[in-house]
């Protein structure tokens, strides 16, 4: 359901439509990273470290060598080494130019070994069967030292973040007061696509099929590390099996599979087994965070606190950003956002969907619920108490906020007005239910973006830019957005994506490439209508015979005479009359993150998640049975995509709160539940019953449409509403995710 408010109707944009690419998908003719097949292919596995920290001290090849089909098995030393690519995000807005890493030294680039899993050989044969022999024949000999997987998280040193006001001292003056600690485990990405790369030289240009979230920023990571020219580089990616943010940026198989293919001058498909994706393709950390609020009595916060520590690999500084929403939230003069880092013996974490505001929201928002109830107040009241009249972190204005708005139709929609506040007093089919709800928050930006925008003589239209599908639906909203400015059916728009070839993209990560998509696009069909009125004007054999370029314009798929009742001419039909087959266009567009100068308005998206769980202590079966979510992210583009996001985010959250874990060998330093029967995620039978209401008013500071992304706010705060449900159905507070039922049990 969408309520729209000050958006006008539109013909396609804004209405329900099915994924353009949704039959290709389920009759199997979508090929993956990994379903390509090139002639002469070779099959790559990695030796992974058995020890999380130590030094290699012998590597022995000699029987895996000497296996039937086995071509090499490249360690360090064995082939050219690759350079380090020097991260630039800034350079992001240079379209070209980005390259980013999350773990920074390149494959076998020293004998030390830093967590479980790190590649230390990498094995090529005939066949992937064959391959995986040898690797398993590799034999590594280490000098080993006891890894550091300790849970445990301190910082010996914390960084503010953000700061106003003395909160110390507000905090110390407070009539009322909250000081707890929250703390997140370990989460790994566990999308069903596994990373996968196949690598194949020609000459001295490399082709890649790849799993990845950024075609542009992967290709210039590979000519980085190769030394070699970007334009030597493709990188084609046209359908991902989901990342959550796991393949924003290129691990170390991608350049290991291209050096195999370089050196044997074959292809070589690397493709990682489920285990491997818990050891060296980033995870979102481990996480503890502490919050200290005070307020008057009658709701009004005087003091914010908010602390927290996330662990980070022994050789990178990963920081996961939970201070993200904290300062802009709610309304408070005294404040302090202040991080720190944990070395640990792990690989490098990277995003996971929402880094930041998600696991920063969770503990946020608990700690709201319990002002609440030491202020004997509704949470719902408190949040609408505590309403900013500005970004005080940034002393902005909001381009958009209308979080009030989500709060009350949220409540409306689940009937919130009947919640008993006693503990375990509500119930139903002789369970007792819980009540919770959380507010939600995400940043609303754009990266630069080019398109271009081909019109045909045959009525068709071509889209074109090199950006990613991560299964959000990019395909049918880059064929909307044209649909709609041309005035074509939907089916009359065809999109080519993920490809370095084409005009260069961003990364599809914080929810920014709807945003970023728009003005590209645009401009771009401005620009091939004005190529279509340049050679339109004076041309005899143009409808506009004699008239100059000045007197005519383009306008929804048409072109017309700007003075007087000429008809509009169709764009094919005029192409047609001209004898032209087609008219292209490009288009550019400069971002706004990172910001090139200090930013007008604070750009975020705002909602709010309420939360029924049901519990059964007899059976300690603990269950999410009905969320209502309501969006606030400017004009809805696709509501019927928009709603699948957010419905994928809640489904994540009730992952996150009750299930997902990732636990870590103190031995060995080994992830023990490395697979999808041991790591728990959440499945069909876990998904609550869910509605989701947007409203929209269209934020056209962002952009034209006034389009914010929808992928990642839907999983902020929905973990902190599922455990302040839980506590109003059994009166314990768990602050440690995810919940065991134990705990649950008294």
Same mark, same amino acid.
């Given at each position: ?9 539109? #013909? ?48 022995? /090849? &000699? ?15 064995? +082939?050219?080494?690759?350079?380090? /690519? ?19 030294? =390149? ?6 070994? #830093? ?53 110390? %001292? @507000? ?9 707890? &600690? ?40 590979? /000519? ?22 796991? $393949? ?9 599979? /291209? ?37 008057? #009595? ?98 902005? =204005? ?20 009947? *919640? ?26 754009? +990266?630069?973006?080019?398109? *271009?925008?081909?019109? *045909? ?21 880059? %064929? ?47 620009? %091939? ?7 339109? @004007? ?64 604070? $750009? ?16 300690? #079966? ?125």
């Amino acid at each position: 359901m969408s309520a729209t408010a000050e958006a006008p109707p539109m #013909r396609i944009i804004g209405h329900p439509q099915p994924r353009i690419e949704g039959r290709l998908k389920v009759t199997g003719a979508a090929h993956y990273a990994a379903d390509h097949h090139l002639p002469g292919m070779l099959y790559a596995v990695p030796v992974g470290a058995t020890i999380a920290k130590g030094t290699i001290a012998a590597i022995d /090849a &000699r029987v895996a060598e000497q296996m039937p089909g086995v071509r090499a098995v490249l360690r360090r030393g064995s +082939f050219p080494a690759l350079a380090a /690519a020097k991260p630039d995000f800034a350079s992001v807005a240079d379209l070209e130019g980005t390259v980013y890493v999350d773990e920074r030294r =390149p494959p076998f680039d020293d004998d030390t070994v #830093r967590y479980y899993g790190q590649y230390v050989a990498l094995a090529v044969a005939d066949t992937l069967e064959q391959a995986k022999a040898a690797a398993d024949a590799v034999r590594v000999t280490y000098r080993a030292e006891a890894p550091e997987v300790d849970p445990a998280l301190t910082a010996g040193e914390m960084t503010v973040k953000s700061e106003r006001g003395d909160p110390d %001292a @507000a905090f110390a003056a407070a009539p009322v007061t909250v000081d707890q &600690r929250y703390g997140m485990a370990t989460e790994t990405h566990n999308p069903i696509e596994l990373h996968a790369t196949i690598a194949a030289w020609e000459g001295d240009s490399l082709t890649v099929h790849e799993a990845t979230q950024g075609v542009v920023n992967h290709r210039n990571v590979l /000519a980085a590390m190769f030394g070699i020219p970007r334009e030597k580089v493709q990188v084609i990616s046209r359908y991902l099996g989901s990342g959550f943010g796991g $393949k924003l940026f290129p691990w170390t198989h991608s350049p290991l599979a /291209a050096a195999a293919s370089r050196q044997l001058g074959r292809p070589v498909k690397l493709v990682l087994s489920r285990p491997m994706m818990f050891h060296a393709v980033g995870q979102r950390p481990a996480i503890t965070q502490r919050i200290r609020l005070g307020a008057e #009595r009658d709701g009004r916060l005087t003091s914010l606190r908010h602390d927290y520590v996330n662990a980070t690999s022994l050789l990178d500084d990963y920081e996961e950003n939970c201070g993200e929403a904290t300062p802009h939230m709610y309304a408070t003069p005294n404040l302090r956002v202040a991080s720190g880092l944990a070395k640990r013996s792990i690989g490098t974490p990277t995003s996971m969907r929402g880094p930041g505001a998600v696991p920063g929201l969770y503990a946020l928002e608990s700690a709201m619920d319990e002002l609440a109830i030491a202020l004997d107040m509704d949470p719902v009241a408190l949040r609408l108490k505590n309403e900013p009249p500005l970004d005080q972190g940034l002393g902005l =204005p909001f381009s958009s906020r209308h979080f009030q708005e989500c709060l009350t139709l949220g409540a409306e929609r689940f009937g919130w007005a009947r *919640r008993d506040r006693r503990i375990g007093s509500m119930a139903r089919d002789g369970l007792t239910l819980g009540w919770g709800m959380a507010a939600c928050s995400w940043l609303a930006e754009r +990266f630069p973006c080019s398109a *271009r925008v081909e019109l *045909r003589a045959d009525g068709t239209a071509r889209v074109a830019a090199a950006v990613q599908d991560i299964g959000t639906g990019t395909y049918t909203i880059m %064929a909307q957005m044209v649909a709609e400015a041309l005035a074509i059916p939907l089916s009359r728009v065809e999109v080519a994506l993920g490809d370095t070839s084409l005009p260069a993209g961003p990364v599809s990560g914080g929810s920014m490439m709807s945003a970023s998509l728009v003005a590209p696009i645009q401009a771009a069909i401005t620009r %091939a209508g004005e190529a279509l009125v340049a050679l339109a @004007a004076g041309n005899p054999a143009a409808p506009f015979a004699g008239a100059k370029a000045g007197a005519l314009r383009f306008a929804e798929g048409r072109v017309a005479a700007a003075e007087g009742n000429r008809q509009a001419v169709p764009f094919d039909q005029l192409l047609r009359a001209l004898g032209q087959e087609a008219v292209s266009g490009l288009g550019r567009a400069e971002g706004t993150f990172p910001p090139k100068e200090k930013p007008t308005h604070s $750009k975020h998206s705002f909602g709010a998640h309420f939360v029924e769980v049901t519990w059964q202590p007899e059976l300690a #079966r603990l269950r999410v049975s009905r969320v209502v979510s309501v969006i606030d992210a400017g004009r809805i583009l696709n509501p019927l995509a928009a709603r699948n996001q957010i419905e994928g985010s809640i489904v994540m959250g009730v992952g996150m709160a009750l299930f997902e874990e990732t636990d870590y060998d103190p031995r060995s330093g080994a992830p023990v539940n490395a697979s999808l029967a041991d790591y728990v995620v959440a499945t069909n039978a876990d998904a609550p019953a869910m509605e989701v209401h947007f409203i929209e008013y269209p934020d056209t500071h962002l952009n034209a449409l006034g389009a914010r992304g929808v992928g990642e706010i839907g999983l902020a705060g929905t973990a902190a509403a599922i455990m302040n449900a839980v506590y109003h159905a059994t009166g314990i507070r768990v602050r440690d995710l995810p919940v065991k039922l134990e705990q649950l049990l008294g």
